[in-house]
């Protein structure tokens, strides 16, 4: 089984980006999808951003435009890159994998089964 393991985040003003990292080991990352998540406190968990195992991208609404996610299977990481950021984007954001091969389209938590522990973004001036 895969184990994710997320990196990037911090603090970053509004109006900036940052590019958080998905790293895996004891898989070849290259079979999974590979979904972002984010938990805001007192709220739950929401997809952001999907990559299918063939390479094809899905972003939610709330994030189309400003985000983008990419993957580089000879590092075994993934990546979302994100801009004009907003203090509604302070999250705990996650890394999680589906099924390897299996078909994703815009990320539902249900069909991710392989979590990372998850890296804080703050959005503040």
């Known amino acids: 089984q895969v184990q994710l393991v997320e990196s990037g985040g911090g603090l970053v003003q509004p109006g900036g980006s940052l590019r958080l990292s998905c790293t895996a080991s004891?898989?070849?990352?290259?079979?999974?999808?590979i979904g972002w998540f984010r938990q805001a406190p007192g709220k739950e968990r929401e997809g952001v951003a999907a990559?299918?195992?063939?390479?094809?991208?899905y972003y939610v609404e709330s994030v189309k435009g400003r985000a983008t996610m990419s993957r580089d299977n000879a590092k075994n990481t993934v990546y979302l890159e994100m801009t004009s950021l907003k203090p509604d984007d302070t999250a705990v954001y996650y890394c999680a994998a589906a099924a390897p091969r299996a078909r994703v389209g815009l990320p539902r938590v249900k069909g991710y089964r392989s979590w990372g522990q998850g890296t804080q973004v703050t959005v503040s001036s």
């Open positions: 990559v299918s195992s063939d390479g094809m991208t």
């Open positions: 004891g898989s070849a990352l290259a079979e999974y999808p």
